[in-house]
């Protein structure tokens, strides 16, 4: 599979966002999941020669898949985010509400997961949301099923994101 990078979606900020719209979009990321699939499975030690048919049983079977892919993320994850980030503020008030979210959420953990995850798709997603208890839980999220639409301007700003499942 060659590599094509993934376009940008873009929306006019002035115009509504309508169900057509959102369908619209949702159908253009499909289109990306197969290039996500692909990339998850060149993590996973999946390659295409596995896919390829036995040789005759008096002919050699040399071939070889090298997991390199694994291999560089996991080191340049290791490299990048390998020493968690030190968060610090002057009032201690703060500071204690601060530690209290990262260790409710695990953020050492999200924030690894999230370095690993941009570094397999080529982006990710870190997904806020209040629980039944009214406390912010961070999560991370995949490309897969997740996708982000920008303004039409030069700035590219975010205008709104799509999380969605597909069941039958």
Known sequence: MKYKPPKLMTFSKDEPI????????MEKHKLE????????????????????????SWKPDNRL???????IVDTFTGYFNGIPVKKSH??????????????????????????????????AFEFLYQDEDTQTNVVYNSPENMFMVYDDTVKQEPLFAVRYGVDE
């Not at 309508?18 to 979009?25: D, I, L, P």
């Not at 898949?65 to 291999?71: C, I, S």
């Open 90 to 123: 002057s009032d201690k008030e703060i500071l204690t509400k601060l530690q209290e979210f990262d260790n409710l959420n695990d953020m050492e953990d999200e924030e690894s997961e999230l370095a690993k995850m941009a570094c397999i798709y080529g982006r």
């Open 33 to 56: 999941v197969a290039r996500y699939e692909y990339l998850k499975n060149m993590y996973l030690g999946i390659m295409a020669i596995d896919d390829e048919t036995a040789k005759d």
């Open 65 to 71: 898949a090298v997991n390199f892919t694994k291999y």
């Open 18 to 25: 309508t169900v057509e719209v959102v369908t619209k979009f």
